[in-house]
T-cell receptor, first 115, second 116 residues
Framework: AQKITQTQPGMFVQEKEAVTLDCTYD???????LFWYKQPSSGEMIFLIY??????QNATEGRYSLNFQKARKSANLVISASQLGDSAMYFC????????????FGGGTRLMVKP | EAQVTQNPRYLITVTGKKLTVTCSQN?????MSWYRQDPGLGLRQIYY???????DKGDVPEGYKVSRKEKRNFPLILESPSPNQTSLYFC???????????????FGPGTRLTVL
């Protein structure tokens, strides 16, 4: 079975600073994808970034980057130059090829950006 | 605009009164799925569908039904809702039919359901 663990229930970061949100995963399938989603207070789920298990380089999307350490089974999200609008819940999720395309989510991390 | 829509966005109902939450996508996606979100538990999959007329159970299917008669629609049916089904529900869709682990799922805006 697949499992995603986010150990930080809540975090503060000062505006304009960088922040790292932790995510560890567990799967025995060699082919998988890791995703990060943002959920602002309005409730919608917004896709941020994706990392494939065979990707050689860490994924980046604007201010978001994914620190992928395959041997440690971690996929931490790094947000650079935090903005007030980054305050939200962040979810790490995983899909594996042999699990019916199901997304397995972690419990989430609530990020609060201080002005 | 490419999107996943859900209706209603908010619903308060009583125990035992059948209800349907609709989900529609305009991206010609093969795969559709329903999740529920509860505090501290993240999102958990209820049902998914890899194509028309093909549905399967996720992690928490009890008390729910789905159907996939058309590619764009994937309604969630609660035949006899109970208070423990009070939750935030999300519909999601993605392009592929289940062979790739890399395809991104796009979510609808959510439906907040309260069962009294």
């Amino acid at each position: 079975a697949q499992k995603i663990t986010q150990t930080q229930p809540g975090m503060f970061v000062q505006e304009k600073e960088a922040v790292t949100l932790d995510c560890t995963y567990d799967t025995s399938d060699p082919s998988y994808g890791l995703f990060w989603y943002k959920q602002p207070s309005s409730g919608e789920m917004i896709f941020l970034i994706y990392q494939g298990s065979y990707d050689q380089q860490n994924a980046t999307e604007g201010r978001y980057s994914l620190n992928f350490q395959k041997a440690r089974k971690s996929a931490n999200l790094v947000i650079s130059a935090s903005q007030l609008g980054d305050s939200a819940m962040y979810f790490c999720a995983m899909r594996v090829r042999n699990a019916g395309n199901m997304l397995t989510f972690g419990g989430g991390t609530r990020l609060m950006v201080k002005p | 605009e490419a999107q996943v829509t859900q209706n209603p966005r908010y619903l308060i109902t009583v125990t035992g009164k059948k209800l349907t939450v609709t989900c529609s996508q305009n991206m010609n996606h093969e795969y559709m799925s329903w999740y529920r979100q509860d505090p501290g538990l993240g999102l958990r999959q209820i049902y998914y569908s890899m194509n028309v007329e093909v549905t399967d159970k996720g992690d928490v299917p009890e008390g729910y039904k789905v159907s996939r008669k058309e590619k764009r629609n994937f309604p969630l049916i609660l035949e006899s809702p109970s208070p423990n089904q009070t939750s935030l529900y999300f519909c999601a869709s993605s392009l592929d039919a289940g062979t790739l682990s890399t395809d991104t799922q796009y979510f609808g805006p959510g439906t907040r359901l309260t069962v009294l």
